[in-house]
C-alpha cells in the first residue's frame, strides 16, 4: 500500500450485494487487505424507468445492477461502522439538500462519536431532480445555496457551544447540539463535484475537493485535464483566501483497466486505463499533483469477485505503487 496515498474502495449499497451479510462481509475484507477507507453512496429514490441519467458513464446508465434498490446512506454507514474497527467511512457523497441540516448534522455526529472518529464527510449538492422533487422540500434550482448555508451551519453545530444561525434556509436559536463529533475541529468535508459551481463550493468550504473523473459534462479524465482542473481549483483556493497547500485533493475512480477506453476526447490517454504499469504510473501521476486519496469501484455481480478483484487489485498495483 502507498504509505502517503490513501486508497478506498466503494461500497456497494444498491442490488444483491447490498444484503446485510455480504455488505457486511466486503467491508471487512477491505479492512483485513489493508484499505484505508469505504465509500458509501446516496440516494434516498431514483426514477422508476431503465436510464436514470447518471452522469458518470458515457450511457447514462448506473455501473452497478438494481441501483434503484438501495440503502439509505448514514443509516448504512451506522450499520458498518458497528461492524468494522478501523477503516474509515467517507459519504460518497452526501446529498447535503436531502436532509434537514440539523438532522443531517446530528446523524453525521452521532455515526463520528460511535464510530471513534473514522468518519470523513464527502458532499455535494446533487443532480437528480426527480429525486429532491421526492425528497427535498427546498427547491432544486437553489441547491447549490442550500448547501452553502447547509455546510456552514454544520460546521457551526459541530464547533460552537451555543450555535445561533439566522439564514435562509437554516434557523437556529437556543438549542444544545451534543455530543460533537469526536474529531476536532470536526470531521473532513471532501467536497465533490466537477462543474464551477463545485469547484467554487469546493475552494470555499472543503477541506478536501473530491471530483469523480467520469463526469461526461465536465470531465477531468485524462492527466492533462485534471492537471489544469487542480490549477483551476488551487487559484480558486487562494482567491478565496485560504492556503492552497492545506486544502487536499481526493479523487473517485468509478472503472479502471480494460473497461476503461484509451483515449478521452481531448485526445490524451484516460486515466486508469490500460495494462497495471499504466495504473501504477496515474496513481505516481496524481500523487505528484498533491493527491492524497483515491478510491476504486470494485463493484461486481458476486461476493467472492469483489473480495478476489479488491485482493488482486492490491497485489498486482497498490503493492508496488
Sequence with gaps: MPKKMQIGFNLPMSGPLAEPVPFTRIALAGEELGYDFLTLTDHVVLPDHAQPGYPYSVSGNFYEGAPARRHEQLTAAGFIAAKTSRIRLVTAILVVPHRP?????????????????????????????????????????????????YLAAFRRLWTEERPKIDGKYVKVDNIVFEPKPVQRPHPPIWVGGESAPSMRRAARLGDAWYPIGSNQKNPLDSLA??????????????????????????????QYGAPVPAKATDGERRLFSGSDADIIGDIHA????????????????????????????????????
Design 225 to 254: 485535464r485534471y492537471r489544469a482542473g487542480v490549477a483551476r481549483f488551487r487559484q480558486l483556493v487562494a482567491e478565496n483566501g485560504r492556503d492552497p497547500a492545506k486544502v487536499s485533493l481526493s479523487y473517485r475512480v468509478k
Design 286 to 321: 496524481l500523487e505528484d499533483l498533491g493527491v492524497t486519496a483515491i478510491d476504486f469501484d470494485f463493484e461486481r455481480p458476486a461476493e467472492a469477485t469483489v473480495i478476489a478483484d479488491m485482493r488482486d487489485f492490491r497485489e498486482r498495483v497498490l503493492a508496488k505503487v
Design 101 to 149: 441540516a440539523v438532522l443531517a448534522a446530528k446523524m453525521l455526529s452521532t455515526i463520528d462519536v460511535l464510530s471513534g472518529g473514522r468518519l470523513t464527510v464527502g458532499v455535494g449538492a446533487g443532480w437528480n431532480k426527480a429525486e429532491f422533487d421526492a425528497v427535498v422540500t427546498t427547491p432544486y434550482a437553489e441547491r447549490g445555496a442550500v448547501t452553502d448555508e
